[in-house]
């Protein structure tokens, strides 16, 4: 069964750090692109960071750039989210997503595989 398990998720105050994990399970996880969305109450589900099957590409969303990083571990089939200096809008779930279609990495329907989303709660 193709599955992905987001984990780490939390509160945390502004200004810290917080890693997020997701695991992958029934797919052969290092031939796929992955990436990272968030959803925040009463909006869109935004794109965070993807990263390219051997991890040697990455892509952020400007709003994150310089603050987030989006490694992988292919042996572990494992992709992360590691967040610092958090701001209170950074507040969302997150979701860690497969990218099934070519295109762009910004674009939810390109994703076909989704996790159930862990919430991160950034308190002011």
């Known amino acids: 069964q193709v599955q992905l398990a987001e984990s780490g998720g939390g509160l945390v105050q502004t200004g810290g750090s917080l890693r997020v994990s997701c695991a992958a399970s029934?797919?052969?996880?290092?031939?796929?692109?992955m990436g990272w969305f968030r959803q925040a109450p009463g909006k869109e589900r935004v794109f965070v960071a993807a990263i390219s099957s051997s991890g040697v590409n990455t892509y952020y969303a400007d709003s994150v750039k310089g603050r987030f990083t989006i490694p992988r571990d292919n042996a572990k089939n494992t992709v992360y989210l590691q967040m610092s200096n958090l701001k209170p809008e950074d507040t969302a779930v997150y979701y860690c997503?497969?990218?099934?279609?070519?295109?762009?990495?910004?674009?939810?329907?390109?994703?076909?595989?989704w996790g159930q989303g862990t919430q991160v709660t950034v308190s002011s």
């Open positions: 029934g797919f052969s996880f290092s031939i796929y692109t």
């Open positions: 997503a497969r990218k099934d279609r070519p295109g762009s990495y910004y674009s939810p329907p390109n994703f076909g595989v």
